[in-house]
């Protein structure tokens, strides 16, 4: 299986969107300010509906927001 | 730390303050009153149910009155999959417990050890319920 990992861009995101806090991006997508804390400390993986809600909150596609980071495995010899 | 997470401690330590006492008195060995209908354990029983009830009573109220209102938000997915997970892990525990007490213990005990026995089980998956809720919200904190 390829091995890889959910990074994400929320808090630049914010940061861009005039420092939108964490409490207020939780309440624009119906989320606690503690599940965005663990989205963006890479903890918690949002459901899909979730993270097309959270782009859509910064207008941006969803590839922008979150990033698989595909870990390089070493080739086995045949 | 989350009021859902505040919430979980506090049962985990009603159960403590309540059910600790209680297993550790029953789990001396059969008493004068094991046979049934006997009905002094049940007052026992009553007695710690209601220790239990005043100490999340007291508990509530003062985490209601200590929390900002937008701590205490309804249930997001994060929250409603730590349930699920918890709920899972309590579920199979209380079913080994109850296959014990129901299929075996009726060979090798009688009475008051069975219903106790059946109580301890009903308590251990609550408490693996709040174990698990507690566990999974501090793995996931981001700090």
Known sequence: MMQGSISN???????MNGEMSQA??????????????AIEAGKYSPS??????????????????????????????? | MSYREKIAWLSLIAMAVAYGPY???????????????HLHPLGLFALVSIVRMLV???????????????????????????????????????????????????????????VNAAIFWIVAAEVIHYSVVVASYRVQASS
């Open chain 1, 9 to 15: 861009r929320i808090r630049t995101l914010r940061f």
């Open chain 1, 48 to 78: 899909l509906e979730a993270a097309f809600r959270i782009a859509q909150v910064f207008n941006v596609p969803l590839g922008e927001v979150f990033q698989w980071e595909v870990k390089a495995t070493p080739l086995k010899a045949s």
């Open chain 2, 56 to 114: 999340l009573g007291a508990g509530y109220l003062y985490l209601r009155l200590g929390s900002p209102r937008q701590e205490r938000q309804p249930l997001d997915e994060r929250d409603r999959a730590i349930e699920h997970r918890s709920l899972s892990a309590a579920y199979y525990v209380l079913i080994g417990g109850m296959i014990l007490v129901g299929c075996f213990m009726p060979f090798s005990s009688t009475g008051w050890t069975i």
């Open chain 1, 24 to 37: 207020e991006l939780g309440q624009r997508i119906g989320l606690t300010r503690q599940t965005i804390a």
């Open chain 2, 23 to 37: 297993f550790m008195f029953v789990g001396r060995g059969p008493g004068p009153w094991e046979p049934l209908p």
